[in-house]
T-cell receptor
């Protein structure tokens, strides 16, 4: 079983729509959680950390459910510029980041 | 300030040749990471440096892969006797300290094609 699993999508949504997707992780001892964004043929960039109580950053909301071992990302009022692959990232007690394969979101005009 | 830089940006090599990939982390970042991303795949962790030391090399796919870091700064990833399955984008990232609390900043990657 992969350490981090994501629905690859793609999620095709119109501008202004809300889109949400999850990521599951297998290691219950995982400590830190992040969402990264990767544009086509570009390097990943940190979108936001995910805190236990859930957190918002503008139109983006991240949630963590430790009991069910998943994190989620919700994007409100989607913009064309939100089109990207969103990578779920989990860290354990060591130094390694485990990346999911990504969820592709395409926002259409 | 300058971000993470990698060179070359693209490398095409013949099967069986050796290649060397370079990473210049952000100045002052003590932790440095190498990843590999194959087409349509997630990032595969290869190796991590804290200073010049690599505590764990188990992510390296085979003994043809090696990496070093000197002066707590530049790192090189060497692939000997390249195979076609080595074709991928090799990404380097750095962070101020080892993981967990700080974000990793990625370089633009080196796209390696083995023919």
């Amino acid at each position: 079983r992969k350490e981090v699993e994501q629905d690859p999508g793609p999620f095709n949504v119109p501008e202004g729509a809300t889109v949400a997707f999850n990521c599951t992780y297998s290691n219950s001892a995982s400590q830190s959680f992040f969402w990264y964004r990767q544009d086509c043929r570009k390097e990943p960039k940190l979108l936001m950390s995910v805190y236990s109580s859930g957190n918002e950053d503008g139109r983006f909301t991240a949630q963590l459910n430790r009991a069910s071992q998943y994190i989620s990302l919700l994007i409100r009022d989607s913009k064309l510029s939100d089109s990207a692959t969103y990578l779920c990232v989990v860290t354990n007690a060591d130094y390694k980041l485990s990346f999911g394969a990504g969820t592709t979101v395409t926002v259409r005009a | 300030g300058a971000g993470v830089s990698q060179s070359p940006s693209n490398k095409v090599t013949e099967k069986g040749k050796d290649v060397e990939l370079r990473c210049d982390p952000i100045s002052g970042h003590t932790a440095l990471y190498w990843y590999r991303q194959s087409l349509g795949q997630g990032l595969e962790f290869l190796i991590y440096f804290q200073g010049n030391s690599a505590p764990d090399k188990s992510g390296l796919p085979s003994d043809r892969f090696s990496a070093e870091r000197t002066g707590g700064s530049v790192s090189t990833l060497t692939i000997q006797r390249t195979q076609q399955e080595d074709s991928a984008v090799y990404l380097c990232a750095s962070s101020r300290t080892p993981l967990s609390l700080y974000e990793q900043y990625f370089g633009p990657g080196t796209r390696l094609t083995v023919t």
